[in-house]
């Protein structure tokens, strides 16, 4: 099976943006996205202080850009309850994405599962290289413990967050992927770092690592993700070939 190369749009009340260490940082227009080239779509509301407004500006962004594309979409941003699935599923989701760092999620994930099915649902663990990352700062709890408590109950895939290396450009946390990988047999996401085609290589030949986000937006564009399948495919890569 292809690994996957998914595009992750941020959105800050309506608008889309660029993020560092989890902090949105840089709002850019949206005119020149492109969401056709990928193999599935991420977005996330970021917006600090979310309303009706900016669930409606989310909705409005996501229509613009999703008006001729196909693709699977997955939409994420503090899910806490069956009703914010409900109205992402009105919207046309596919997946959601629940942040499954903290275990006050628990039994919402069990209760999402049971509704939608366990394919619909995406477990995000947000980690600062080999702990949990909660509420802005680094914790005490480590990553493999917390991955290793939710493998009965989580979603299809797990998608870990790199806080540290969000939007350094500098390369996935492999080391970390790689012992996450290592000791449990469920499929991963991984976001946070990538800045160049040879990261994503580097990332999906890690075993049970079944796609790589990008959230940059000079990524987010038809020539740059294009010319990765190139790359990638030409030194070995199982990505699919447009």
Known sequence: MYKRIIGVVLVDNGIVCRTRNFVSDYLYTDAFIDTNFFDEIVFIDVSKNRSNETLNLFFTTIEKLMSKSQLPMAIGGS?????DILRYREFGADRYIINQTSSTSDELVKNAIEKFGKSSIISG???WQEFTFENGEKTETKLNERVKNILNNSGSEILLNSVALDGSLTGFDLKVVQQI???FKIPIIISGGVGRWTH??????????KGICTSNIYHLTTSTILSW????????GNVREL
Not at 200 to 209: H, K, M, S, T
Not at 229 to 236: C, F, H, S, V
């Open 79 to 83: 899910i806490s309850s069956i009703n």
């Open 125 to 127: 663990v947000d980690h």
């Open 181 to 183: 990988s290592d000791s």
């Open 200 to 209: 994503a290589l580097n990332a999906i030949e890690i075993e049970n690592v």
């Open 229 to 236: 399948r190139k790359q990638i495919i030409e030194n070995g």
